[in-house]
């Protein structure tokens, strides 16, 4: 689709990001299981967890935008899809946030993971609607969504691995 064309670069560059940050997130997750903090589990459902699915969906998304489509509706329902199923999973993010007790989450938590991403999958599901009638905007949003979602993830996994090991070093 000759649409698509003029984004091969983004999608290569934001696609590459993606998959070689969910390797070094699974790099510092096996250093890190070594000395494992009390209740890791439930913390990290709420704040490491997230940070694959939204680097995997970057991946994804730019994977699937490179495909020979013929049309654009098969791959508009595929970034809806993905648009609606991030939408939801921000919500039980949201949930373990609020369930958790290992760590009260202050402002910064609440936007990179309770507003932001729901906030970039609701925009890839708009532009999903907006996709038959106005493409090139249409294909903007998918495009500031994912690039969103790489850098909400790259600022999470910062965040955490800060926290982590600030919290490894400091006394008892």
């Known amino acids: 689709m000759p649409e698509l064309d003029e984004w091969e670069s983004f999608y290569l560059i934001v696609g590459g990001a993606a998959g070689a940050l ?10 890190i299981a070594e000395k494992p903090p009390v209740r890791t589990a439930e913390s990290s459902a709420a704040f490491g967890t997230p940070t694959i ?6 991946l994804l998304l730019s994977a699937v935008l490179r ?8 791959l508009a329902v595929l970034w809806g899809l993905a648009g609606l199923g991030g939408v939801t999973y921000g919500a039980v993010v949201v949930r373990r946030m ?6 009260q989450p ?3 938590d609440w936007l990179f993971h309770g507003w932001l ?9 708009v532009s999903a609607l907006a996709a038959p009638s106005h493409l090139r905007e249409a294909l903007f949003g998918v495009g500031g969504a994912v690039l969103l979602l790489l850098f909400i993830g790259i600022h999470n996994a910062w965040d955490a691995v800060a926290y982590l090991v600030n919290r490894r070093n400091s006394p008892r």
């Open 98 to 103: 609020r369930k958790q007790s290992t760590y």
């Open 106 to 108: 202050v402002f910064e």
């Open 117 to 125: 991403p729901p906030t970039a999958y609701a925009v890839l599901a």
């Open 22 to 31: 969910i390797g070094l997130q699974f790099v510092v997750m096996t250093l």
């Open 67 to 74: 495909a020979p489509w013929q049309t654009i509706t098969s």
């Open 53 to 58: 699915v939204h680097f995997s969906a970057a």
